[in-house]
């Protein structure tokens, strides 16, 4: 087992931004719950307390035994995670004069402490929170302060207990990751030693073990995440690996056929299974975007499942599960509240008797992809924009129709040919076209025509959790709206989408 963090969760929105800076040090971590940690273990180097959106001086505030972690191990308490140490060493924690959001300087660095070691006076620093620290214990040491906050960071004199009011790990902490690296690396002593190639050869060698000679069935969807799974396991069992890609006839133009062929150059024991008919029938008529998503869920597991039992003796089923699945599936207030479907973490009917083996469980999206780039997988697969599970059913407003499916095919595959040709396509996270249930009156040629408006949508992002729209050149733009009005019938209007995410959602279903 590697060395590693533990971050407990006090329900921070941050809470996996910290994870991501910890794992950029190649230093491995692990989140929990406040209320849900494991026991300590001896690959357990050190602790970091997470913010909250609580305050300390709440009658039912989130808490733990902290007699558990201080003076044994060396522990970061950020925002929340400060105040709790402070206010549970009976220090004072008081509401803030004014709500402190938004940027900060540090000022009286104590450059000494290693926790300080090569920041700079002025470093700007990002605050959020309600409550302040306005009086510590006689053992506590200040190490920062700014101009509306006396103890910015602190240190408690007889152990390496530290705590900070501000956020390291949003990038508006200028020197946040030297902060942090201090921390993992100088006091923790961690050896930077977690990388893509130490986590392949880890994983195929425990999977090696705990799958032995059995038959995996995964399906595959020619994105991510089931590829650099696939890739893992074919590694580690070989032809043992049975997997299956259903065309549900909601793909991209001619994807099942391009999908299936970049399978057979990577030497995976890949099925191509032919469903449309299926999928088709299932949404006929619904129009409820969770309709759609939980019908499309259904027929995919009929499928798999019949596809699964015709390979006999199966053991396992493997999925292309990631952290922030299994972060979301154990956060501190459960779940959080459907906003739209998603597989579940595990989550298998009764009937599917089958053992599930998850190789990414651990890893973050922008991992996979370096774990991608170790087993020589395609740019072509790893640089892929995510799409959705249930495909261009969610792209499609209102019900779902073999012709709908074509016309948005043939706009898609316009809009991401050009910004492949035009290089834009890996300046951008995400991409696609929507179908509208809207008619406008346009002109083509002499005639007065009625036809579909589409909308054209393509943000940046770093994992999907915000986005803002693409500012994708005006000409640029002009040339897809002409190209799709002049070779798509039924298409006489375009529109770009300039929504960002929040208040919109990437997908328009």
């Given at each position: 087992?590697p060395?590693?963090?533990?971050?407990?969760?006090?329900?921070?929105?941050?809470?996996?931004?910290?994870?991501?800076?910890?794992?950029?040090?190649?230093?491995?971590?692990?989140?929990?719950?406040?209320?849900?940690?494991?026991?300590?273990t001896?690959?357990?180097?050190?602790?970091?307390?997470?913010?909250?959106?609580?305050?300390?001086?709440?009658?039912?505030?989130?808490?733990?035994?902290?007699?558990?972690?201080?003076?044994?191990?060396?522990?970061?308490?950020?925002?929340?995670?400060?105040q709790?140490?402070?206010?549970?060493?009976?220090?004072?924690?008081?509401?803030?004069?004014?709500?402190?959001?938004?940027?900060?300087?540090?000022?009286?660095?104590?450059?000494?402490?290693?926790?300080?070691?090569?920041?700079?006076?002025?470093?700007?620093?990002?605050?959020?929170?309600?409550?302040?620290?306005?009086?510590?214990?006689?053992?506590?040491?200040?190490?920062?302060?700014?101009?509306?906050?006396?103890?910015?960071?602190?240190?408690?004199?007889?152990?390496?207990?530290?705590?900070?009011?501000?956020?390291?790990?949003?990038?508006?902490?200028?020197?946040?990751?030297?902060?942090?690296?201090?921390?993992?690396?100088?006091?923790?002593?961690?050896?930077?030693?977690?990388?893509?190639?130490?986590?392949?050869?880890?994983?195929?060698?425990?999977?090696?073990?705990?799958?032995?000679?059995?038959?995996v069935?995964?399906?595959?969807?020619?994105?991510?995440?089931?590829?650099?799974?696939?890739?893992?396991?074919?590694?580690?069992?070989?032809?043992?690996?049975?997997c299956?890609?259903?065309?549900?006839?909601?793909?991209?133009?001619?994807?099942?056929?391009?999908?299936l062929?970049?399978?057979?150059?990577?030497?995976?024991?890949?099925?191509?299974?032919?469903a449309?008919?299926?999928?088709?029938?299932?949404?006929?008529?619904?129009?409820?975007?969770?309709?759609?998503?939980?019908?499309i869920?259904?027929?995919?597991?009929?499928?798999?499942?019949e596809?699964?039992?015709?390979?006999?003796?199966?053991?396992w089923?493997?999925?292309?599960?990631?952290?922030?699945?299994v972060?979301?599936?154990?956060?501190?207030?459960?779940?959080?509240?459907?906003?739209?479907?998603?597989?579940?973490?595990?989550g298998?009917?009764?009937?599917?008797?089958?053992?599930?083996?998850?190789?990414?469980?651990?890893?973050?999206?922008?991992?996979?992809?370096?774990v991608?780039?170790?087993?020589?997988?395609?740019?072509?697969?790893?640089?892929?924009?995510?799409?959705?599970?249930?495909?261009?059913?969610?792209?499609?407003l209102?019900?779902?129709?073999?012709?709908?499916?074509?016309?948005?095919?043939?706009?898609?595959?316009?809009?991401?040919?050009?910004?492949?040709?035009?290089?834009?396509?890996?300046?951008?996270?995400?991409?696609?076209a929507?179908?509208?249930?809207?008619?406008?009156?346009?002109?083509?040629?002499?005639?007065?025509t009625?036809?579909?408006?589409?909308?054209?949508?393509?943000?940046?992002?770093?994992?999907?959790?915000?986005?803002?729209?693409?500012?994708?050149?005006?000409?640029?733009?002009?040339?897809?709206?002409?190209?799709?009005?002049?070779?798509?019938?039924?298409?006489?209007?375009?529109?770009?989408?300039?929504?960002?995410?929040?208040?919109?959602?990437?997908?328009?279903?």
């Amino acid at each position: 087992m590697p060395e590693k963090i533990l971050i407990l969760d006090f329900g921070s929105q941050y809470t996996q931004l910290i994870a991501r800076r910890v794992r950029e040090l190649n230093v491995y971590c692990e989140i929990y719950p406040y209320n849900n940690v494991p026991a300590l273990t001896d690959e357990v180097k050190g602790v970091i307390l997470s913010g909250s959106p609580c305050s300390v001086r709440d009658a039912e505030h989130p808490t733990i035994d902290l007699a558990q972690y201080l003076g044994k191990l060396p522990v970061l308490g950020v925002c929340y995670g400060a105040q709790l140490i402070a206010h549970e060493s009976n220090g004072e924690v008081t509401p803030s004069t004014i709500r402190e959001y938004g940027r900060a300087r540090l000022s009286e660095l104590h450059t000494a402490n290693r926790l300080m070691k090569e920041l700079t006076p002025g470093s700007v620093v990002w605050m959020s929170h309600g409550d302040t620290i306005k009086e510590v214990p006689d053992n506590f040491e200040i190490l920062a302060s700014t101009d509306t906050v006396r103890v910015a960071a602190y240190k408690l004199r007889d152990q390496e207990t530290y705590g900070i009011q501000f956020h390291p790990e949003v990038t508006h902490s200028d020197e946040g990751k030297t902060l942090l690296r201090n921390f993992v690396v100088h006091i923790c002593r961690c050896m930077q030693d977690w990388t893509s190639e130490q986590f392949v050869d880890a994983t195929v060698a425990e999977l090696k073990q705990q799958l032995g000679n059995d038959k995996v069935v995964l399906g595959l969807s020619g994105g991510v995440d089931s590829s650099v799974a696939a890739m893992l396991i074919h590694h580690a069992i070989g032809k043992n690996l049975y997997c299956i890609f259903v065309d549900n006839g909601l793909l991209r133009k001619d994807e099942f056929a391009n999908v299936l062929d970049s399978y057979k150059h990577m030497g995976l024991n890949v099925k191509g299974v032919d469903a449309k008919s299926k999928f088709y029938d299932a949404l006929a008529g619904l129009t409820d975007p969770e309709a759609k998503r939980k019908a499309i869920g259904r027929v995919f597991i009929e499928v798999f499942d019949e596809e699964a039992h015709k390979i006999e003796d199966v053991k396992w089923l493997a999925q292309g599960t990631i952290y922030p699945d299994v972060i979301e599936s154990l956060s501190v207030k459960g779940p959080s509240a459907t906003i739209k479907s998603h597989h579940n973490v595990g989550g298998l009917p009764d009937f599917m008797k089958l053992k599930v083996v998850e190789p990414l469980k651990t890893l973050f999206k922008d991992e996979v992809r370096l774990v991608g780039k170790t087993l020589h997988i395609d740019d072509a697969i790893l640089g892929r924009h995510p799409f959705p599970g249930p495909g261009l059913a969610i792209r499609i407003l209102g019900d779902i129709t073999p012709e709908k499916v074509q016309i948005l095919q043939q706009v898609d595959h316009i809009f991401i040919s050009n910004l492949k040709k035009s290089g834009l396509y890996d300046e951008v996270w995400q991409a696609g076209a929507i179908l509208t249930p809207v008619q406008s009156v346009g002109v083509m040629g002499d005639e007065r025509t009625y036809e579909n408006v589409v909308a054209l949508r393509a943000v940046t992002s770093i994992d999907g959790m915000t986005a803002d729209w693409s500012r994708l050149p005006y000409e640029f733009l002009a040339d897809v709206s002409n190209e799709i009005i002049n070779k798509v019938k039924g298409v006489n209007r375009v529109v770009y989408d300039i929504s960002s995410k929040p208040p919109a959602t990437i997908e328009w279903e």
